[in-house]
Structure formats: structure tokens, C-alpha cells
């Protein structure tokens, strides 16, 4: 059911696209469905999951490498996949409006079902392998979706930062994944978990390191946390979806998946804790500063990132409530806050909060719904937002009260201080758009107001979000306690509730709401002095300075081993081939080998071919022009498919005489492009150049033959080639053996041959139409110009180090 | 516009040469040929059309075809080598034999195989041969292109 639940995820992702959903507004309703579908079925496990009953698939993929698809529904994944899958049913139904008409939405739909079935397959996984191979189709279609309106460039650059930063962390994850793997030997993450000793094995600290580095970049963690605002040039469902409530979520959830084995590891506390309160902290005090609502979004989200990075490093039981509380309140206000931004884009053609002002009364429903997100992220009880600060604060306090100092203030201070800002930046959010009389700058137009379906997804998020504290304890059982067991590792009993009294915490509370207010209040000053910090304290300066650097490093090696003409390049080559062979020539010792034994004597025919081909290259040296030259040479290929023809290759020869009449069109049409050489015109090398040329033909001469005979009197073993006269036709069921060897006994090489062929295509192809050609083109256009039609055109010159 | 002698040599050649990469093709399992060959002949072919009316009928001609012919190719020949995973294993060959006036035709995914290298090849050399066609095209002033270079 659970690899059933993928496949129709799967394969409604092209399904959406080829129907052509642009043309009616009434397809979300169909779009909506199968995610709608798959969140209705994994309603249905809530009891049984809530019992202990978990779901499990195991599909063999290439069992060889501990690779197998298996799907296991416990308490976490069930949570997980309930907020992608009925997040994912609003924004698909949200889509519709927002890209209503346009012929790209179906494409759009195809990336979100893709993304879809990758997160979910990625947190219904239980296998490290699979699991990771979900991980990095969430990232490629992370980038497909953030790159979706290529032709900015702001897009394609944002696309490319999070895709670099996020398989970058994908590659060092791999390695870590692989290393635990081996080490528990099990790939299977139940297992891993039950293993016992694995966290104190001599390996996990590397391993971890590596997870670690993998889970951080995914989930925008200091010091990686640049490339979550830059992936803000997505469009806004995608924003929305992959960027706030699930796909950043992706390292969160692995970190959570391993908790219950690694939590007990100071590495584990101490990189958690630090990380994730200094992201947290970095993420809120940014917020304020943009004007751009999905900018400031980010941010917030950057540091919700990083609560809930800083909540794993706990192992209390307020600390696992908090988290799986936080993740619920989090997707269900943030969500709608990006999707209300989208609406307000689309309505006003801005989302610069400097140029919006009144929006209240403008789009009245729409300030409902972002006011109950913004009380809701603000913490105002009694949310579901409220009840996640709560628990947040709790735990902090615990250690606390446990006499942990360092570790309690750190977490408590980090937790009250982002909060604060938190506050003062949706405040901001929400006064300036909606509230305020007069914009900063002149301010934008109503363009046309949104309909109610547009803006229904996002209210029925808020309202869960808002409202879903109320029911907290049928909530809390249902859905809660078996993502917490799951972080525990063993059954727990949840207690929460929306008034516990006036403890310190609730005092907390009131303090941070009317801080916060106070930071609303400062915010001019606060971005003053925020937009005075120096561009280079920021991770994103550093990443690009190191992209650069990266570029002008990889400018000056190609320049270093590239830069000369072509002749020199290949002389290099082929010169250090031919050294190697006489090194080991010299170290074999010559008088050993039966040399002269085995050869017989050619026969006329060969004698003749031998001249044949001695006089083909004689003239192509002395060939005064190019196109001569070209031809002699034409010779001397043509006496080697003679050659082939007297030994009995008739394929050979075929393939021979191919390549040789295509080779001499390339070069025949490559020589047109290039510049001739004048020495070589003229026939006047200086006597050096003809020397050192001589030495290296004979050299290269010396290299064939000695690789001939090599090949000749050293049988390493048995021959292959009886088994492949036997087995051609039994095995190929063909009579000729050479195409049965390429097409079907050695497959896999030509497999490998044609791609390279295919990307040599691709190569060439982008080479050639580099920039040169029109400003060649131009150049002699101009030169025509300028000579008038009566005198001789220029002749044609390309620049060299080209080919 | 091309020697007219050229244009004639185009047009009664071409599908000649066309046909023989066909056929090259088609006896490639058992008697010398196959798609590597056949690739070969068919761009030569091509080549041809090229040298006769110039890159650009060639690319109106062939062009909508010769962007997708690589990823085709690839596509027919990881298809063919997939084929035998059902069979169990990766590039197993899967056959069909049936008689056909008193011949004996088989096929199976080695030659499907080979149709997936003669796509490639033919897309990698005429990709090549028209890029530089057109630049040579382009570095040569119109007037001067009948004229035997000095």
C-alpha cells in the first residue's frame, strides 16, 4: 500500500502534466486529488499506528549492495507524511489560481508531484540507501522548481547556490549513511537503531560529522543557511511547500530519525546545540531587515530551522513535545503566509512591503487569515504556535533547573531572544502590508482581487493551525504521542495543555509578546543598523567569494595545460606515451623475450601494402598544402583497411574506410576554420622544429611497433577469443562474432562507448557555436563593409585554442 | 547555390547510401555490418546533402530530427539493455524468431541494441559535420564559395 500510495504520486506527476491544466481554473480540484487521497489513507493508520501496528514494505532493488526498497509507517513518518501530503493537497490546489492560464502549470504540477513522492518516499523509508535516493530527488526537483522562471537570472543563480550547497551536503551524507552502514552492518535504519554499540563504535564520529554536514545543508543551518533566501525566486506554491514546510524540514527529519540511537553522544548535544541556537538566533534578528515579504519569511524560517536543530539536542520529553509540536505549528502558519504573500503579489504586483499599505481593507479575508498565521508564529495562546513556544521554553528551562547552567542559558536565552524578534517581524509583516494608511514609497494598485478559492487553501491551514490547540488532547494522542515514541525510541505519554498556570515560562511568554513590540516599535533604527553591517560577514559572500576563486583557479590550470596551440598539447601526450613504453621496455629484459620465433615472413602482398603505406606518409610530409596533405594521409588509412582485408576483418575494414572518408571531411572542414601556420605554408620550418618533429614521429613510430609486439609475444593467460568463436551464436544467436561481442556479450562497454560518443556530441556541439562564430561572422560582414563589394574579402581567421 | 553536377550526385546517391546503411544494419548480426557501420554510412549520406545544398537545407531537412537523435539513441539502447532485467539480468538478450517466406528472421534486443548505437552515431557525426559546415559556411563570403580556393 505504501509503494502503491508513491506510485500514484509518480505517475500523477507527468499524468498533471500532459493534461494541460492551464486551461481550466476548476483543475485543482482534480490536482488536488491524489495527494488528497494518499492524506485520507494515512488518516486511516493514525489508530493503528497510535497501537504500535506499523506498516511495513520491503521491495528487493540490488540486494547485492544492501539496497532495498523498504517503507516502514512508524509514528515520525506517519506525522511527516501527513503534514507533506495535506500541505501538498492545499498548494496543488492553490497552484491553480496561481498560475491560472499559463501554459507552464503543467509542468509546475509535474515537479510537485515529483518533489511529493520524493519527501514522502524519503521519510517513509527505512533503508539508509533508498532513503538517501529520495534525499537527492527532493534536491534536484528543489532546483528544477526554484530555477522554474529561468529567465531571471536571479532565479537560475538561487537555483544553482541551492543545488551546489545541497548535494554538496548530499555527497559527505552519503558518506556518512555508508560508513554507519557498514558499520552496523545493516542498512535498514530499524536495524541501525537497534544495533546495539553503535554509538560508541570508533567510525560514528566521522560518520556523524558527515550526517551532519548533509542534514545542515538541507535544512539551511549556519553556516549554509545563504542559499534558503536565494531559493525565494521560486514561485510561491513552491515556496511555500518545499522551502518552508517540508523539503528544509528534510535534515531535521533525518536527524530525528537517528536521534534515538546517537542522542547520548556529546558530539550529537554539543554540535546541535551550538549550531542550532546561533541559527536560530542569526535567522529572527535577520527577518526585520528585508522589506520583501518571502525574504522575510525565510528568515523566520531559518530560525524555526533552527529551534528545531537545537530541540533534537535534547532528550527530554518536553524537548521531543516541542519538536513535533513546533514542526506542526510551523508548516501550518507558515505555509499560509507564503501563500498569502503569493496573493498579495498577484494582487498588488508587489510584495515590497515599503510599497503596500491598508491591504485590510482592501482584501479584508485575506488580513484575517495572515493575522491568525501572525498570531500564531507570534505565539499568541491559544495557537498552536503558543503551544510550541511554551514547550520550547520548558525544555529550556529544564536544564535550568537541573543546575546546567551554561547549557540552560545558552538554550533558554537563544530561545527567548529569537522569539522576541520573531515577534517584532511578523508584526512588522502585518502592520506595514496590512494595517498602515500610507506606504514608505509610492505605493501600488489593487490589480484585481483574488477569488475565494484562491485564498481558501491558505485560510483552512490557519485555521487548523490556529484552532488545533483547542483540541489538543484528542490531537495529542492521535498524532503527536507516535511521532514522540518514534524520537524516544519507546512509548510516551504526552500532557499537554494550553494553561499550566502563571509559571516562569508563561511569564516568559507575556515578556517576549511585549518585547517583541518594543522590537516592532525600534524596527526603523533595527534595519538602519542591520543594513550598516558589512557585506562580508555574510555566508554568502564567503560562498560566492569561493565560487570565484574556485573559477579563477580552474581558469589558470586550463590556461597552464591548455593554453598552448594544438601541436605542442599533443606532442606532450603522445611524447610521454612513448616514455612510458621505453620504460618498460628497459625494465624487461629484451634478451628474454622469444622475439624473432613467432613472426614469420610477410608476403608479397603485405610488402607491397608496407610501401604502399611508407609512400602515403612520406608525401603527406611533403605535402606543400594542406588539402595535399590531407589526402596523402587519406592513403595511408585507406592501406590499412587494405591491411585488414588481407588478415580476414572484413568489419574492420568496413568501419576503417568509414572513419577515414568521414575523418578527412572533419579535417578537411576543421583545417578550414583554422588559421594556416605560415611555416608550414611556405615549407620553411627552421631546421630545429623539423628535428624536434622528426624525433617525435620516430618516436611515436617506436610506439606503435612496440606496443604491436608487445601485444604479440606476451600472452597474460589464456586467450579470450576461442570462447567468443564458440559462444557467439549459442549465447548472441549471431554468426558474426565481432557485432555479437559489441552488441551483446560486452554490451555494457558499448553502453559506455556510445554515451561518451553522445556527450562528445554535446561537446562539440557547445564548442562550436561558441561565441567566436557570430563575431566572426560580423568581422567579415564589417571587412566587406568597409573594402566595398569590388576588392578581395578578407580571408577567413579564427583564433586558435579553439579546437 | 552548389555545382548542379554535385546537387545530381546528392540526389541519386543519397538514398542509395541511405538504403545500404539500412541494409548494413539489418545483416550487421551475421555477416559484416551492424549499427556502428551503418551509423557511418548513413552520416556519410548525409554529408553528401550537405557538400550539395548547403548546411542550411540540410538542417531544414534533417535538423528536427538531429537534436533528439542522441538522447533517442541512448534511450533505445538502455531500453534494449533493460529488456532482460525481467529475465534476470541486465543486457540479456531476449529473441523472437519468425519465418517469413521461407526465411528465418530473428530479432531481439542485441539488434534493438544496435539501433540505439546507429542513432547515436549518426547524431554525434552529423551534429559535428554541420556545426562545421556552417562555420566554414560562414567564413566564406557567398560570392567567393563557387571559386576554388587559391
Known amino acids: ?803 | 547555390m552548389t555545382e548542379i553536377y554535385l546537387r545530381l550526385v546528392d540526389r541519386i546517391l543519397t538514398p542509395i547510401l541511405l538504403l545500404i546503411a539500412i541494409f548494413l544494419f539489418l545483416r550487421g548480426h551475421d555477416l559484416p555490418g551492424g549499427g556502428f557501420i551503418a551509423g557511418l554510412v548513413a552520416a556519410a549520406a548525409i554529408e553528401l546533402t550537405i557538400l550539395a545544398l548547403g548546411s542550411t537545407a540540410t538542417r531544414d531537412r534533417y535538423g528536427p530530427w538531429l537534436a533528439p537523435l542522441l538522447g533517442i539513441g541512448l534511450t533505445v539502447a538502455v531500453t534494449a539493455a533493460l529488456i532482460g532485467m525481467a529475465g534476470g539480468g541486465f543486457f540479456l538478450g531476449r529473441w523472437i524468431q519468425f519465418e517469413v517466406a521461407g526465411e528465418t528472421l530473428k530479432l531481439g534486443t542485441p539488434q534493438l541494441f544496435d539501433l540505439g548505437v546507429m542513432l547515436v552515431v549518426v547524431g554525434m557525426a552529423v551534429t559535428y559535420l554541420l556545426r562545421l559546415s556552417e562555420a566554414a559556411e560562414a567564413a566564406t563570403p557567398s560570392a567567393e564559395r563557387q571559386e576554388p580556393r587559391p
Open chain 1, 1 to 803: 500500500m505504501l509503494a502503491l500510495c508513491l506510485t500514484v504520486l509518480f505517475v500523477s506527476a507527468p499524468l498533471l502534466w500532459l493534461l494541460k491544466p492551464h486551461r481550466s481554473l476548476s483543475f485543482g480540484w482534480w490536482a488536488a486529488l491524489p495527494s488528497a487521497a494518499v492524506t485520507l489513507w494515512q488518516m486511516g493508520q493514525l489508530v493503528p499506528v497510535g497501537q504500535g501496528t506499523f506498516w511495513v514494505e520491503r521491495y528487493g532493488w540490488a540486494p547485492t549492495l544492501g539496497l532495498e526498497l523498504a517503507l516502514r509507517l512508524d509514528g515520525l513518518a506517519l506525522f511527516f507524511g501527513l503534514i507533506i501530503t495535506g500541505i501538498g493537497t492545499c498548494i496543488a490546489f492553490y497552484t491553480a489560481h496561481y498560475f491560472a492560464g499559463d501554459p507552464r502549470q503543467g509542468f509546475f504540477y509535474l515537479l510537485l508531484y515529483a518533489f511529493m513522492a520524493s519527501m514522502l518516499g524519503l521519510v517513509w523509508s527505512d533503508n539508509l540507501l533508498a532513503l538517501f535516493v529520495f534525499w537527492e530527488g527532493t534536491s534536484l526537483t528543489s532546483y528544477l522548481l526554484i530555477a522554474f522562471k529561468s529567465e531571471y537570472k536571479a532565479a537560475v543563480d538561487g537555483a544553482r547556490r541551492a543545488l551546489i550547497v545541497t548535494t554538496a551536503g548530499g555527497l559527505a551524507l552519503l558518506a556518512g549513511l555508508v560508513l554507519l552502514g557498514l558499520e552496523a552492518g545493516t542498512f535498514s535504519i530499524s536495524g541501525l537503531l537497534a544495533t546495539p554499540g553503535i554509538a560508541t563504535a570508533a567510525v560514528t564520529p566521522i560518520a556523524l560529522t558527515l550526517i551532519f554536514l548533509g542534514a545542515f545543508t538541507k535544512s539551511a543551518q549556519f553556516p549554509f543557511q545563504f542559499w534558503l533566501p536565494g531559493a525565494m525566486a521560486a514561485p510561491t506554491p513552491a515556496s511555500a511547500y518545499l522551502h518552508s514546510a517540508t523539503m528544509v524540514k528534510a535534515g531535521i527529519f533525518l536527524l530525528a530519525r537517528l536521534h534515538p540511537a546517537f542522542s547520548e553522544l556529546p558530539l550529537w548535544f554539543w554540535t546541535l546545540l551550538l549550531t542550532g541556537s546561533f541559527t536560530m538566533l542569526l535567522g529572527s534578528l535577520s527577518a526585520i531587515r528585508y522589506t520583501d515579504m518571502k525574504a522575510l519569511l525565510a528568515y523566520a524560517t531559518v530560525a524555526v530551522l533552527g529551534m528545531l536543530v537545537l530541540l533534537l539536542a535534547f532528550d527530554s520529553s518536553y524537548a521531543y513535545a516541542a519538536f513535533v509540536v513546533t514542526v506542526a505549528a510551523h508548516a501550518l502558519y507558515k505555509a499560509p503566509l507564503f501563500l498569502s504573500a503569493g496573493i498579495v503579489d498577484h494582487a498588488m504586483g508587489t510584495r515590497d512591503l515599503r510599497k503596500l499599505a491598508g491591504l485590510g481593507r482592501s482584501l479584508p479575508l485575506l488580513a484575517v487569515t495572515v493575522t491568525l498565521a501572525a498570531l500564531s508564529m507570534a505565539g499568541v495562546p491559544p495557537t498552536l504556535g503558543y503551544l510550541a513556544k511554551e514547550l520550547l521554553l520548558e525544555s529550556g528551562i529544564k536544564p535550568l533547573e537541573q543546575g546546567e547552567w551554561l547549557v540552560g542559558a545558552l538554550a533558554y536565552g537563544a530561545a527567548t531572544l529569537s522569539a522576541l524578534f520573531m515577534v517584532g517581524a511578523i508584526l512588522t509583516l502585518l502592520w506595514e502590508a496590512f494595517f498602515r494608511r500610507h506606504p514608505e514609497e509610492e505605493g501600488a494598485r489593487l490589480h484585481h482581487a483574488p477569488s475565494f478559492g484562491f485564498m481558501a487553501p491558505a485560510l483552512l491551514l490557519t485555521l487548523l493551525g490556529a484552532l488545533g490547540a483547542l483540541a489538543i488532547d484528542s490531537v495529542q494522542n492521535l498524532l503527536f504521542a507516535p511521532a514522540v515514541a518514534a524520537l524516544a525510541g519507546e512509548p510516551v505519554e504526552l500532557h499537554l495543555k494550553l494553561w499550566h498556570g502563571f509559571t516562569p515560562v508563561f511569564l516568559t511568554s507575556l515578556a517576549i509578546l511585549g518585547l517583541g513590540t518594543a522590537v516592532f516599535l525600534a524596527r526603523s533604527p533595527l534595519r538602519r543598523l542591520l543594513n550598516s553591517l558589512p557585506a562580508q560577514l555574510s555566508s554568502l559572500f564567503v560562498y560566492d567569494q569561493l565560487v570565484n576563486a574556485l573559477y579563477r583557479f580552474a581558469y589558470r590550470i586550463t590556461t597552464w595545460i591548455q593554453g598552448s596551440p594544438l601541436a605542442p598539447q599533443i606532442s606532450v601526450t603522445l611524447l610521454s606515451a612513448a616514455l612510458l613504453v621505453a620504460y618498460a621496455f628497459a625494465q624487461s629484459s629484451l634478451a628474454s623475450l622469444p622475439l624473432l620465433d613467432s613472426l614469420e615472413m610477410p608476403s608479397l602482398t603485405e610488402w607491397l601494402l608496407c610501401v604502399l603505406a611508407l609512400f602515403g606518409a612520406l608525401t603527406t610530409i611533403r605535402a606543400r598544402s594542406r588539402l595535399s596533405a590531407i589526402i596523402a594521409l587519406g592513403v595511408v588509412g585507406l592501406t590499412v583497411t587494405l591491411f585488414f582485408l588481407v588478415f580476414g576483418a572484413p568489419d574492420l575494414a568496413l568501419t576503417q574506410l568509414l572513419i577515414e572518408v568521414l575523418g578527412i571531411l572533419l579535417l578537411v572542414l576543421v583545417f578550414f576554420r583554422v588559421r594556416p601556420d605560415p611555416n608550414l605554408e611556405s615549407g620553411q620550418g627552421t631546421s630545429w622544429r623539423t628535428i624536434s618533429k622528426l624525433g617525435m614521429a620516430a618516436a611515436m613510430g617506436f610506439f606503435g611497433f612496440a606496443v604491436v609486439l608487445i601485444n604479440h609475444i606476451s600472452q597474460v593467460g589464456e586467450s579470450i577469443s576461442p570462447y567468443f568463436l564458440e559462444n557467439s551464436y549459442s549465447i548472441g544467436r549471431g554468426s558474426n562474432v565481432v557485432n555479437v561481442i559489441l552488441v551483446d556479450i560486452r554490451g555494457y562497454d558499448t553502453l559506455g562507448e556510445i554515451t561518451v560518443l553522445a556527450l562528445a556530441a554535446l561537446g562539440g556541439y557547445a564548442l562550436l557555436r561558441s561565441p567566436q562564430l557570430p563575431l566572426l561572422r560580423r568581422r567579415i560582414q564589417l571587412a566587406r563593409r568597409q573594402n566595398g563589394a569590388a576588392s578581395q574579402p578578407t580571408p577567413p581567421k579564427t583564433e586558435t585554442g579553439h579546437d
